[in-house]
């Protein structure tokens, strides 16, 4: 019998803010690593999830949304980090929303790599009431560029995931596996619990304020089988803290039970967490400040 051949490879996600890359990533998981919202601009790291299967290991590459509208550090930064992303992948997953291709995502084709196979995802598409239109959509979309296959999903429901997930295989190159089964993603779960945090302020918070605010790990220990962790959580200006700990200290007790249910949840084990608020004024733009609070 001819022995059975392993592939192992890098899937890189991009697209432009809120098209749903995490969604797609947490679902091809099976888990929930990488924190997500309905707002643009909740990824701000790069982060990979880890999938295994018996024949099969995949690196799926997460990537914040490419900025093209505003400046600033935090931005720029984040803009590199995409790019960076691009190398050494085997397969790039291009994702657009059903129904909207418009300049924000078109601007991003020049920026995809001409000799690795690139798949359009169109994601959301639980979203049409009238599924007819898809494929007039598809075609008109193909015609931007060369992609490789076009996959019409919903990360949201699940739809079509299993699906593309056996479509990527045969583009991804003949290798053992890379990392061992039970690692899911390359982040720490100090870095994990961060995430975590932060989603929360993108969840619970309204307007421009989880744009002004970021998360620092204090401490995360092991404490027999609890994990303690303490979290800042930083705010650009004195009435931000007010903001993010609400009347009697409502809102900060809210985004701290749900952020740990999530840790609870993802490592398997009981969490204890403090969360307290600092004003740190113009982190986002210090280029100091961005590189102690973990951007690369
Ligand atoms: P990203 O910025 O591209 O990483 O987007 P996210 O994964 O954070 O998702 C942005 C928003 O779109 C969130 O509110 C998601 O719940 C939502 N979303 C993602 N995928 C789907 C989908 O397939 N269907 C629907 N209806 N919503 C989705
Ligand atoms: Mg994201």
Do not use: C
Not at 20 to 28: C, D, E, I, P, V
Not at 65 to 94: A, I, K, P, Y
Not at 104 to 111: F, M, Q, Y
Not at 175 to 199: C, I, N, S, Y
Request: charged share 25%.
């Amino acid at each position: 019998m001819k022995p059975a051949v392993h592939r192992t490879g890098r899937i890189a996600i991009v697209g432009r803010p809120n098209v749903g890359k995490s969604t797609l990533l947490n679902r091809m998981a099976g888990m929930k690593i990488s924190i997500t919202s309905n707002r643009p601009q909740t990824t701000r790291h790069r982060l990979n999830a880890i999938v295994t299967e018996a024949d099969t290991q995949m690196v799926l590459v997460d990537t914040p949304g490419f900025q093209t509208e505003h400046g600033g550090e935090l931005n720029r930064l984040m803009n590199r980090t995409v790019t960076q992303s691009l190398d050494g992948v085997d397969v790039v997953l291009f994702v657009i929303e059903a129904m909207k291709f418009g300049r924000e995502d078109r601007k991003l084709l020049p920026l995809l790599p001409k000799n690795i196979p690139v798949v359009l995802i169109v994601n959301k598409i639980d979203k049409l009431v009238d599924k007819s239109v898809l494929l007039p959509f598809i075609a008109e979309t193909s015609k931007a560029f060369a992609f490789a296959e076009i996959v019409p999903v919903s990360a949201a429901k699940g739809t079509q995931v299993a699906h593309l997930a056996k479509l990527l295989k045969p583009y991804l190159p003949e290798g053992p596996p890379q990392h061992e089964e039970d690692e899911v993603t390359d982040r720490p779960e100090r870095f994990l619990a961060a995430e975590l945090v932060r989603e929360k302020l993108f969840r619970l918070l309204g307007e421009e304020l989880p744009y002004a605010a970021t998360v620092m790990v204090e401490k995360f220990e092991m404490q027999g089988q609890m994990r303690h962790i303490q979290i800042a959580i930083i705010v650009d200006k004195p009435n931000h803290k007010a903001m993010v700990i609400g009347k009697g200290g409502e809102k900060l007790k809210q985004i701290g039970t749900q952020a740990r249910i999530d840790m609870e949840k993802l490592f398997g084990g009981k969490v204890f967490l403090e969360l307290w608020v600092q004003v740190k004024s113009g982190w986002a733009d210090s280029l100091k400040t961005l590189k102690s609070l973990g951007y690369e």
